[in-house]
């Protein structure tokens, strides 16, 4: 039997294993079926921690694969990175770890008030990097579905559209958001969210998610959403991020470019598989 624990950040949530001792076979097949809400254990997003290839010295660390429900494996997960870190913290009895991902590093540290900030690094502005399939303007797309148009773009370890809405809970999210993530201009398919601002330091937020559909919070979509909306004069460089799970603060930090997120995690259960009974 393989352990597991289910966390979540703000409800968006994940069953976390460690496959840093030995390898587990987590094939696509098996991590949808995993994810599965009825006949696995249910989750956003499957993780598996693997040996890092090197190390911070002092510092806890892992590196974290992501995969989706459809079995597809995403580049970086906000909430997720937080939840992992929470795990490190508790193993080394430390307040700072780094998580490794196939986007790059993610430094992770713990506040007084148990909150976990990750810096998710540099937003990714040009064409290439989010990726886009032509040359384009990341700040205007020319992409629009019913009554959504003009999103901004960037990659956050993964691509983000954001459209700007005057009224979030008017919008047939399940309705369009599907055909958005696979817009041929998006060659590696897409995140996509709807913000509503409300104030300079105040945004709503809805994503659907790239492979998992309409989530409860997107730590990566809430980042790209604060860093679209400064850019397009609607936020200033922090800012609370409300989503249906919970609230999130990002800011763009000006000295480095880099946006910081920050918010809680919990831990919902603990239990174990037997892979085996899980196609391969």
């Not at 039997?1 to 409800?11: D, N, S």
């Not at 780094?98 to 810096?119: K, M, N």
């Not at 799970?245 to 480095?256: F, H, M, N, P």
């Given at each position: 039997?393989?352990?597991?624990?289910?966390?979540?950040?703000?409800?968006n949530d994940f069953v976390?294993?460690?496959?840093?001792?030995?390898?587990?076979?987590?094939?696509?097949a098996r991590a949808a079926a995993i994810a599965d809400r009825r006949h696995g254990v249910g989750c956003d997003q499957l993780i598996v921690l693997e040996p890092a290839a090197d190390g911070t010295p002092g510092e806890p660390g892992a590196f974290?694969?992501?995969?989706?429900?459809?079995?597809s494996e995403a580049g970086a997960c906000g909430n997720a990175t937080r939840c992992v870190?929470?795990?490190l913290f508790g193993e080394a009895g430390a307040d700072r770890a780094?998580?490794?991902?196939?986007?790059?590093?993610?430094?992770?540290?713990?506040?007084?008030?148990?909150?976990?900030?990750?810096?998710m690094g540099p937003?990714?502005?040009?064409w290439q990097s989010v990726p886009l399939a032509f040359p384009a303007d990341t700040l205007h797309?020319?992409?629009?579905?019913?009554?959504?148009?003009?999103?901004?773009?960037?990659?956050?370890?993964?691509?983000?559209?954001?459209?700007?809405?005057?009224?979030?809970?008017?919008?047939?999210?399940?309705?369009?958001?599907?055909?958005?993530?696979?817009?041929?201009?998006?060659?590696?398919?897409?995140?996509?969210?709807?913000?509503q601002a409300i104030a300079p330091d105040h945004l709503r937020l809805a994503v659907w998610e790239r492979g998992a559909g309409l989530t409860l919070a997107c730590g990566s979509g809430a980042c790209a959403a604060l860093v679209n909306a400064h850019r397009r004069g609607l936020a200033a460089r922090r800012a609370t991020v409300a989503l249906p799970?919970?609230?999130?603060?990002?800011?763009?930090?000006?000295?480095?470019g880099h946006v910081l997120m920050t918010g809680p995690v919990a831990t919902a259960f603990t239990g174990a598989l037997d892979l085996d009974g899980y196609p391969a």
């Open positions: 039997m393989t352990p597991f624990v289910k966390m979540h950040g703000l409800g976390i294993m460690d496959g840093r001792r030995s390898p587990l076979g987590i094939t696509p974290m694969r992501i995969l989706n429900p459809d079995g870190a929470h795990l780094t998580i490794r991902t196939v986007s790059g590093l993610l430094p992770a540290t713990r506040g007084a008030d148990g909150r976990i900030t990750v810096d937003p990714r502005l040009d797309l020319p992409l629009s579905r019913g009554p959504v148009a003009d999103p901004a773009a960037c990659s956050m370890g993964n691509p983000h559209a954001t459209f700007f809405v005057p009224a979030l809970d008017a919008l047939p999210l399940a309705a369009i958001g599907p055909s958005l993530e696979h817009d041929p201009i998006f060659p590696e398919r897409a995140n996509i969210g709807f913000v799970g919970g609230e999130l603060v990002i800011e763009w930090r000006e000295t480095d």
